[in-house]
């Protein structure tokens, strides 16, 4: 298992969740870098043409395309990629919201990433949990 530290760390908005204060806030909350994927990728870039990017640059995937999770040539690409992500599992909350569960969650979204292995999946629900996606719990 890899030690990460936040400095090392880069979270990536993916095109669901446009715009930068996503970002912003993944960025202070955890003191390192984000990235936001019209700075990167097409903006109507395929799931499976950029996850396998991502997952090279050991970005960390927020996204609030719960599909993603399900789609079988979307989880093949996450996880071959080696892809850990963060999924809002309630794509319509608003971002104000969002940002206040990333503030909030933090602390575990960076414990989740020391303690396991890519690829994994994991969803943001609230009011403040984390909920373990992929690789199924057994």
């Known amino acids: 298992m890899e030690d990460y530290t936040p400095t090392e760390l880069v979270f990536f908005t993916d095109q669901a969740l446009s715009g930068r204060r996503i970002a912003r806030a993944l960025a202070v909350s955890a003191s390192c870098r984000a990235e936001i994927h019209a700075d990167n990728f ?8 950029w996850l396998p990017e991502v997952g090279k640059r050991e970005w960390i995937v927020v996204t609030k395309d719960r599909k993603i999770q399900l789609r079988r040539n979307e989880i093949e ?18 971002s104000d919201v969002m940002i206040a569960l990333i503030e ?12 396991y292995p890519p690829p994994f ?7 403040d949990r984390l ?7 057994i």
């Open 42 to 49: 097409a903006v109507d870039a395929l799931d499976e043409t």
């Open 77 to 94: 690409a996450l996880t071959s990629a080696k892809v850990r992500a963060f999924i809002f599992l309630d794509g319509q909350l608003p």
């Open 121 to 127: 999946v994991f969803g943001i629900e609230t009011p």
């Open 131 to 137: 909920v373990q996606l992929y690789p199924p719990v």
């Open 104 to 115: 909030l969650l933090m602390p575990k979204m960076l414990e989740t990433i020391r303690n």
